[in-house]
């Protein structure tokens, strides 16, 4: 079946402009991650989707960023008022369950550039 | 809060050579941990996990033990190949107060021929 897909795969924007970023779970998962990854930097945890639970937004470096889940299926981040800080590489992952044991299955991640 | 701290990098070896890289983690109760690759132009993927104390996570020649009582979960291979070359990241999934993933800054690894 298919894997994890995130579009756009590079989105070049201007500062101040919004983008949205878009995450295609595998179907059936029920949970699903977003995370910011920066140069030559580790996983910077953004938002947490689990079933129809309250999402943990506890990640979010600012008002500016927002996520959201349709369906249960399909997420959205979007980032208003871009800026320079953030130009990184945006990293969607689903898991079956979301319980502790589960594995994390990424997309190719979505690289942002603010100009 | 939990969290998990690798040793830095570049780690750059030789074909063939033994390898070890470190990660230690602070958490309460009892998580879950993982090594997760990503090879150059690829996205990131699972490489081995271990559930609970004791256990052993093994895949493609590396292994990793789930040492509670030194919290740690070093991962090792005996052989290392060109092909190895990727960087490497060590993450705990806790189960207390939900189920968020921490990921550690991640160590790249250079093998050469």
């Known amino acids: 079946g298919a894997g994890v897909s995130q579009s756009p795969s590079n989105k070049v924007t201007e500062k101040g402009k919004d983008v949205e970023l878009r995450c295609d779970p595998i179907?059936?998962?029920?949970?699903l991650y977003w995370y910011r990854q920066s140069l030559g930097q580790g996983l910077e945890f953004l938002i947490y989707?689990?079933?129809?639970?309250?999402?943990?937004k506890s990640g979010l470096p600012s008002d500016r960023f927002s996520a959201e889940r349709t369906g249960g299926s399909v997420s959205t981040l979007t980032i208003q008022r871009t800026q320079q800080e953030d130009s990184a590489v945006y990293l969607c992952?689903?898991?079956?369950?979301?319980?502790?044991?589960?594995?994390?299955?990424f997309g190719p991640g979505t690289r942002l550039t603010v100009l | 809060g939990n969290s998990v701290t690798q040793m830095e990098g570049p780690v750059t070896l030789s074909e063939e050579a033994f390898l070890t890289i470190n990660c230690t983690y602070t958490?309460?109760?009892?998580?879950?941990l993982f090594w997760y690759v990503q090879y150059p132009g690829e996205g990131l993927q699972l490489l081995l996990k271990?559930?609970?104390?004791?256990d052993k996570g093994s895949n493609k020649g590396f292994e990793a033990t789930y040492r509670k009582e030194t919290t740690s979960f070093h991962l090792e291979k005996g052989s290392v190949q060109v092909s190895d070359s990727a960087v490497y990241f060590c993450?705990?999934?806790?189960?207390?107060?939900?189920?968020?993933?921490?990921f550690g800054a991640g160590t790249r690894l250079f093998v050469k021929a």
């Open positions: 179907s059936g998962h029920t949970a």
């Open positions: 993450a705990l999934t806790g189960n207390t107060g939900g189920f968020k993933t921490i």
């Open positions: 992952a689903s898991l079956p369950f979301g319980g502790e044991t589960d594995t994390q299955y």
């Open positions: 958490a309460t109760g009892y998580p879950s």
């Open positions: 271990a559930t609970k104390a004791d």
């Open positions: 989707f689990q079933g129809n639970s309250a999402p943990d």
